[in-house]
């Protein structure tokens, strides 16, 4: 018995400080301590045989524990969102091999960004929308053509996934009404995804993005609007710029207008070469209406346009496929 006792304090230690704690259960003390049933007195054997039991259970249990530990502090902490190289499956890629953010989503940011400096608060816009916001309270009236110009998607539900950043305006005018009430203005960007039911080609696209901004006081000209997307467009490519406008209809403006720049010659442009950018007007006085605010006693104008033109220009990109393409050689450009 105090043999048992020995062995069973030689292997505990021994087991909480090995590597291969399984390979101690092999010891020759312990199998000896087996053997020896058989040699004892018959009274004795009984006794002799539970604790040698005993023993085995505490010995396996002290193993499992072990066992467990080692695993704790063998097992390095993986990071589940490393990139990896799917050729090698080696997770030691340059850092240029990391991804990058899509130039879309940077452009946009700085898009937003510029109208932020400018003193617009920026909103994200939907994907998802109801024909009110869309096409409704922008006083497009019911079953008017303008509406077959926005070529838009519709869920069963009638639901739709908005085809311009306009879908936000209402929500920006019933938010802002107080700050119109309170002395103020309201002065807002949206900007998001639109969805339109094209062919696709490489100036059209199902999927794209556009900035919308929204411009409200008692006396909002026209010539602000001007001096606004002028800022805008000059701080956006670095450099002075000629404007030019011309009419053109969209129901929740009037006047509306094209809104076109020369393209500059740092660009590629030829003197005389005219890019149309966007839309833009004065808000129709039944577009304020809808929102509540009172077109006898306030004025804005508004601007809407696709985010893939300007980005375009910028980097002399020729089709506009490339951006939801995935292409890794056209996005390593951007990184
Ligand atoms: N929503 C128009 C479009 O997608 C663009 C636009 C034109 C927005 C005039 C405006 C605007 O806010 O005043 O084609």
């Known amino acids: 018995m105090q043999n ?3 062995v069973q304090k030689d292997l505990l230690t021994k087991i909480a400080a090995s590597d291969a704690p399984r390979e101690l259960l092999k010891t020759p003390e312990l199998k000896k301590l087996y053997g020896v049933i058989k040699d004892l007195p018959a009274e ?8 040698v039991n005993e023993l085995r259970v505490k010995l396996e249990a002290a193993v499992l524990s072990r066992e467990s530990e080692l695993e704790d502090v063998n097992v390095e902490a993986i990071d589940v969102t490393a990139p990896w190289d799917a050729n090698t499956g080696s997770l030691d890629l340059l850092p240029t091999e990391y991804g990058t953010q899509h130039p879309l989503t940077t452009e946009l940011a700085n898009v937003v960004d510029i109208f932020t400096r400018m003193g617009f608060e920026a909103f994200e816009s939907r994907q998802i929308d109801d024909d009110e916001h869309m096409f409704g309270t922008l006083n497009f009236p019911e079953n008017h053509p303008a509406r077959d110009g926005y070529d838009t998607f519709r869920t069963e539900e009638g639901f739709i996934p908005p085809a311009h950043t306009s879908t936000m305006q209402n929500r920006i005018l019933k938010d802002g009404k107080a700050k119109l009430e309170a002395g103020g203005q309201i002065a807002a960007v949206s900007y998001g995804r ?4 094209e062919d696709v080609d490489a100036t059209h696209e ?4 556009q900035c919308e901004g929204v411009f409200v006081s008692r006396d909002a000209t026209l010539g602000q609007m001007l001096g606004t997307l002028r800022s805008f467009f000059e701080t956006y490519y670095g450099q002075k710029l000629k404007i030019k406008t011309q009419p053109a209809y969209f129901p929740f403006v009037e ?7 020369e393209k500059p010659a740092a660009l590629g442009g030829k003197s ?6 966007l839309g833009c007007g004065m808000i129709h006085p039944n577009v304020l209406s809808s929102a509540g605010i009172d077109p006898n006693e306030y004025r804005g104008f508004a601007w809407g346009g696709g985010i893939e033109r300007l980005v375009m220009l910028k980097y002399g990109i020729e089709d506009l496929r490339y951006f939801e393409s995935g292409k890794l050689q056209f996005l390593r450009k951007f990184a």
């Open 194 to 197: 639109v969805f339109r039911n």
């Open 206 to 209: 199902h999927t794209f993005y």
């Open 44 to 51: 004795d054997r009984g006794a002799y045989g539970k604790n």
């Open 4 to 6: 048992i006792e020995d």
């Open 272 to 277: 005389g070469e005219w890019l149309e950018m």
């Open 255 to 261: 006047p509306g207008l094209e809104f076109a720049i």
